[in-house]
């Protein structure tokens, strides 16, 4: 069947109120096979929403952040790939991700888990084990919050917190214990606002009595680091009579973020 570049489809459902109760982006451009995975996503009880191109897949999941559970992206795609598509979503969401491609060699798979997705699906595939590995994304994305991800994306950071580690891209920080503290926070919600005494009580302890400028200073040596490793002044920025905040760099885009790393097609 022709692959039309200025195909794509956009629907969406109500979250249902059986089953999964689970939202899922499907982001596949033959259109046979998007309409298949959405009807059978759909009959095990889940939200579907879908595309048919890259980037109006990046669009609506950036829209439904709040709302997905998971992503299930083609790597073949008209106009940007899923492999542009999954490092843009990287650097703003953990949520679970799987690739699915007609290429099984073993660099194509290893490129897919490095940029971080949850699972690689060669085609064609037996529709009872992709549904199975969904059900299984979807429950991992149901662990309560207070179990958080082993590893964060921000754009070019990479936040490691089972090692206690930060790098940008591929370079690792030498941070102290506050500011790798602050950097964590901060990262782990961005856009959120935290006040000084939010940080120096979830950093320093509520036990400890800690004059609020403390954070200013740490904020400062942890901005020159990052600023110095390439991430530029606006990572961490301030809001003026009420905290700090942890903004993605905006430069990271889809097309962007393969230039310093080509990605084999």
Known sequence: ??????????????????GESATILVVEDDPTLLSTLAYNL?????????AGDGETGLKLAR????????????????????????RALRAETDV????????????????????????????????????????????RRAIPAAQPPSVLF?????????????????????????EYGLLTTLAMEPGKVFSRQDLLDTIWGEEVI????????????????????????GVIRTIYGMGYRFVVPESTTAEESLSAHPVRR
């Open 96 to 139: 679970p991700i799987m690739m699915l491609s007609a290429r099984g060699e073993e660099q194509d798979r290893i490129d897919g888990l490095e940029f971080g997705a949850d699972d690689y699906v060669v085609k064609p595939f037996a529709l009872r084990e992709l549904l199975a590995r969904i059900r299984a994304g979807v429950r």
């Open 42 to 50: 759909r009959r095990e009880g889940y939200a579907v929403i879908t």
């Open 1 to 18: 069947m022709p692959r039309n570049p200025e195909v794509a489809q956009v629907e969406q459902e109500r979250r249902p109120p059986t």
């Open 63 to 86: 829209k439904d952040l709040d709302s997905l559970d998971l992503v299930l992206l083609d790597v073949m795609l008209p106009g940007i790939s899923g492999f542009q598509v999954l």
């Open 154 to 178: 921000r754009g070019p950071l990479t936040i490691e917190l089972d090692n206690h580690t930060a790098a940008v891209s591929g370079v690792e920080l030498q941070l102290r214990p506050k």
């Open 210 to 233: 800690v004059d609020e400028r403390t954070v200013d200073v740490h904020i400062s040596w942890l901005r020159g680091k990052l600023a110095d490793a390439g991430m530029g002044t």
